[in-house]
């Protein structure tokens, strides 16, 4: 007869452990849910027969739980030595059922909406025309091909960066929120203008790991613009409402990351149609202002001439009529002269002393005489300025002097401005 060993209580539990602790997955109703100090999650996982505690790490679930959810968790059964308690530690939660992704979908939705990650004041614009483009979806998927499809027929040439991950299923949310942080960490450097994260249709729990808090936050936090096309038209997502861009499916995501070719030449075609009747209108605006300047000016000038040539003719005259009655004078004085020559000697001597001072009279009476003296002639308007009286500031006056004519603006009756 064999003989049964005896362990110690310590020694039994973890004789337990060692028989139990292999990785599980079990599918239940949440019950008796409680969060400790914001780490540490306990719930009872049951079903019509049975009920078992569970145990996780706040960090561990992706997903708000409440009572009354259906549930598929996966941890290790294990008996914990100070309590004897029997219980799961819970590594990963799968939400089971239409209604419990429903209403968690709800709850995170309203949690995240009221921390302002789908703000849409926050969402930034895309880059016009990107030259590189960050891809985070399944190589396999539909959804990349359609995306590069219309991707290349939009327009070519561009580098797309794939961060192939799974878009369902346990390491789903961990390789999205791993290529995020990949992207953000190397992504500007690489010149990575606009993530873009896709997946084609399915359920709502195929649709889990878009719907998870931890990857509508990777999304929010992106230092490079997000388009995000997940599932159909129909379908929405956590991840969809974070996004700077959301788009109807991914194949709408590939038409928003990039313009199309045809649209874009026929935009830069309109461009520069507009830019050559600017720079014609600009041109011609132009012409006709300098045109209306040269016009401007000629005419003043000319009329300047006009008026200079109109005061010259005016001084012209009345130096003739001058040196005309000089000659007279002139004349006469060569007559009174002649008919006293045949006077008494003394007479003619008395008579040429007052020929020759009547001479010096009018030589100091000829204004050439006075000018070539170093003095001026005033005239406003053609006549004689003999006052100051007669000019106030502003007076346009004509100087002649003994070489020519100058003319001058009056600043005070008492200096004159040349």
């Avoid at 599932?231 to 788009?247: F, I, N």
């Avoid at 520069?272 to 041109?283: F, N, V």
Wanted: hydrophobic share 40%.
């Amino acid at each position: 007869m064999t003989e049964q060993p005896v362990f110690s209580v310590s020694e039994f539990i973890e004789y337990i452990n060692l028989a139990v602790g292999r990785r599980v997955t079990v599918e239940g109703e949440i019950s008796g849910y409680s969060v400790n100090h914001g780490k540490w999650v306990f719930f009872d996982l049951k079903d019509e027969n049975g009920k078992v505690g569970c145990f996780a790490a706040a960090w561990n679930l992706h997903t708000v739980l409440e009572d009354g959810m259906q549930v598929q968790v996966t941890g290790t059964p294990r008996v914990y030595p100070k309590s004897g308690k029997f219980s799961i530690m819970v590594e990963a939660v799968e939400l089971k059922g239409v209604g419990a992704l429903k209403r968690a979908f709800e709850l995170t939705k309203a949690k995240l909406e009221k921390e302002g990650i789908f703000d849409t004041s926050r969402k930034r614009p895309l880059e016009a025309l990107p030259e590189k483009i960050g891809l985070i979806c399944s190589r396999e998927s539909a959804a990349y091909t359609d995306f590069m499809r219309i991707l290349n027929q939009r327009i070519g040439g561009l580098e797309v960066h794939l961060a192939h991950v799974h878009v369902q299923g346990e390491s789903a949310v961990r390789e999205i929120v791993g290529a995020f942080e990949w992207f953000n960490a190397h992504g500007e450097e690489a010149g990575i203008q606009t993530l873009v994260l896709v997946r084609g249709g399915g359920s709502l729990e195929d649709l889990q790991a878009f719907n998870s808090e931890p990857v509508a936050r990777a999304v929010f936090a992106s230092r490079i613009p997000v388009i995000c096309g997940v599932g159909h038209e129909r379908d929405e997502s956590l991840a969809d409402y974070a996004a700077d861009v959301r788009a109807a499916t991914p194949t709408h995501a590939a038409s928003l990351a990039v313009p199309d070719r045809e649209e874009l030449s026929t935009s830069v075609d309109r461009a520069i149609a507009g830019m050559t009747g600017s720079l014609e209108y600009a041109l011609e605006w132009t012409a006709n202002a300098i045109d209306r300047g040269v016009f401007t000016i000629e005419s003043r000038i000319t009329g300047t001439m006009r008026a200079a040539a109109s005061l010259f003719g005016r001084y012209t005259l009345s130096l003739s009529l001058f040196e005309k009655q000089l000659s007279h004078f002139q004349t006469q004085l060569t007559h009174a002269a002649s008919r006293l020559a045949g006077s008494h000697e003394n007479s003619v001597l008395q008579t040429r002393e007052h020929v020759q001072f009547l001479e010096r009279s009018l030589a100091n009476m000829n204004p050439l005489t006075v000018l070539k003296r170093g003095y001026a002639i005033v005239s406003k308007k053609g006549r004689s300025v003999g006052s100051k009286s007669a000019l106030k500031p502003g007076d346009r006056i004509d100087l002649r002097f003994r070489d020519g004519e100058l003319p001058a603006v009056v600043d005070s009756p008492q200096q004159p401005l040349f």
